[in-house]
């Protein structure tokens, strides 16, 4: 186990991130067991890390395209060394392939903890030895990996999971934008390599100063959200609404960006037979009959099935970044109600959904009712196909680790010593 009562240097400087190095063994501690673990060779592949403050055990779209990533690599890579470095209570060792750091709880935080100790997360990092980082935020994780790639020589690629400009925007109002926007630009900058998971979000680190980017859309589990889970009627029974119920679904985190509040109000001004469920992201809140709220739904096989047995998904944000629970409700079978704009506007269409024209409650009302004014049987099949032909999570981490070789031999090219 890591001691983490050891001694820690001193952050390095934003001028000389690459200021002398104490030797990690002076600073973390590890039992022999642990030690071996960590740094046993694993074949002829590479040691990928990923590291991320946003995983928690009511963690959203980042958390289970993590997990879904450690899947397949172990089912179809397991040439590649796959480790996860991830807030936790203690700094510590978890079996295989899992390590967390300290860092305290966030009020309210829906079990997210914020790291506070970028020395410690980057002496993790580098204790680790992996060939390539890649990092899930810009926050003291990604800048660690930043350090950690610079100080191993090892490429670091950042893969841009969140608008944290628009997000402060939202939360703390519009002044919060542009600093926001310039200390966000300037980190993807110093990433080796950045990769955004839609157009919308590619175009705005373009507008950043991000060059060296990539678009590399996220995936489904098309087995595990499927059509075939679904009992509408068990449901129905276990709601207690009516058989003629029109039920919508939403699931995620109970954040203001998800706009929980318009989808409310859509549903509201419709009134009977619409319902709207909403797993998680309407907990402790006290709705109108309208809206039924179900906890957070940790059990991926029961969250399949919950959403394989509703009649259409529905989602707010139009400035989401790309929106794995859309496409998890396409390969559920679901038409979706969504924004135009932002990420979902590049997943949805008329011919698996209903785009809005916008999501204020009228508009939201309007593609409802204009959706299931349609063959919602045709929609559902077709939502299903293109979840099947489309987004299988084979192409994304196919892709993916391609870039990890390419960006690992070009790194192995630069350090090749100059011959005369």
Not at 167 to 177: D, R, S
Not at 268 to 297: C, H, M, Q
Not at 337 to 348: A, D, K, P, Q, T
Request: charged share 20%; net charge neutral; glycine share 8%.
């Amino acid at each position: 186990m890591f001691d983490a009562t050891a001694p820690t240097p001193a952050k390095p400087t934003e001028t000389n991130p690459t200021q002398a190095n104490p030797t990690p063994a002076n600073l973390i501690r590890l039992d022999p067991a642990t030690a071996s673990a960590l740094t046993e060779p694993a074949g002829a592949g590479f040691h990928l890390i990923d590291t991320t403050m946003m995983y928690a055990p009511q963690s959203g779209g980042v958390k289970r395209y993590l997990s879904a990533k450690r899947a397949w690599l172990g089912r179809r890579r397991p040439d590649i060394r796959h480790t996860l470095v991830v807030p936790g209570a203690r700094t510590e060792a978890h079996g295989e392939g899992l390590v967390t750091v300290a860092a305290a709880r966030l009020p309210f935080g829906n079990g997210y903890r914020m790291p506070a100790s970028l020395t410690r997360w980057e002496t993790v990092l580098r204790m680790l030895e992996p060939d390539v980082i890649e990092a899930g935020d810009v926050f003291v994780p990604g800048h660690a990996a930043l350090y950690a790639g610079d100080s191993l020589g090892v490429p670091v690629v950042g893969f841009c999971h969140t608008d944290a400009a628009a997000l402060a925007a939202l939360h703390f109002g519009e002044w919060a934008e542009a600093p926001t926007f310039n200390f966000w630009a300037q980190a993807y900058q110093r990433f080796d390599h950045v990769v955004a998971p839609s157009r919308h979000m590619a175009a705005r680190l373009a507008d950043a100063g991000v060059h060296r980017l990539s678009i590399q859309q996220l995936g489904v589990d098309t087995a595990l959200f499927n059509p075939a889970r679904g009992d509408r009627a068990r449901l129905i029974r276990r709601l207690g609404a009516p058989a003629d119920t029109r039920l919508l679904v939403f699931a995620g985190r109970p954040a203001r960006e998800k706009n929980i509040d318009a989808m409310v109000a859509a549903v509201e001004r419709l009134g009977a037979p619409y319902k709207l469920l909403l797993v998680g992201a309407g907990k402790d809140t006290t709705w109108s009959p309208n809206v039924i709220s179900l906890d957070f739904e940790r059990d991926p096989v029961r969250l399949a099935a919950l959403l394989a047995s509703c009649d259409a998904a529905l989602h707010a944000n139009e400035n989401e970044i790309f929106g794995l629970f859309v496409l998890e409700a396409m390969a559920a079978g679901l038409p979706v109600v969504g924004s135009r704009r932002g990420g979902v506007g590049e997943l949805i269409d008329r011919t698996v959904g209903q785009p809005a024209e916008n999501v204020e409650p009228s508009g939201l009302a309007e593609a409802i009712e204009a959706l299931f004014a349609r063959d919602m049987a045709e929609v559902s099949r077709a939502a299903r196909r293109r979840a099947q032909t489309r987004h299988g999570w084979d192409a994304t981490f196919e892709a993916l680790a391609r870039l990890y070789a390419q960006l690992i031999a070009g790194r192995a090219r630069e350090q090749l010593p100059l011959t005369a």
